[in-house]
């Protein structure tokens, strides 16, 4: 398989600039130019390789991981250093929870002033009353 940034793009479910910027972050390699025209460019094709490496990337992204962790997972990809993979999981997973507990209460204290908004029609609205300066 030989892909185009365009449909390599596509096929990740991701805009062409984020794979230039994964480029540009050493994330993802940027393949030679093939062939060649009169002004000298010629066309970049990615295989399936690249296109496995952006998937993943992807991925880890939803799990959370940050792209700095991500560079250093596909680092560890080919020492196949597990217990460092373990340690940026649970490190991950301990953010994950913090980010659960504050969203959790955010949702509460919400669903608080959304329960007194509704219990009257007089005065201000709690909602907006909370959210002055």
């Not at 393949?31 to 993943?56: N, T």
Request: hydrophobic content about 40%.
């Amino acid at each position: 398989m030989q892909l185009t940034i365009g449909k390599l793009a596509q096929a990740s479910d991701v805009g062409v600039e984020t794979v230039r910027y994964y480029q540009r972050r050493g994330l993802l390699g940027t393949p030679a130019r093939s062939g060649g025209d009169s002004w000298g460019g010629g066309i970049r094709r990615y295989g399936e390789d690249d296109l496995r490496r952006l998937k993943f990337i992807r991925s880890a992204q939803a799990s959370g991981f940050t792209l700095d962790e991500i560079s250093e997972l596909l680092a560890l990809e080919a020492s196949d250093d597990r217990v460092r993979v373990r340690t940026l999981a649970r490190q991950r997973i301990d953010v994950l929870d913090e980010k659960i507990a504050q969203m959790t209460q955010a949702r509460a204290a919400l669903a608080r002033l959304a329960d007194q908004c509704a219990a009257s029609d007089k005065g201000p609205c709690p909602i907006l009353a909370a959210f002055e300066p």
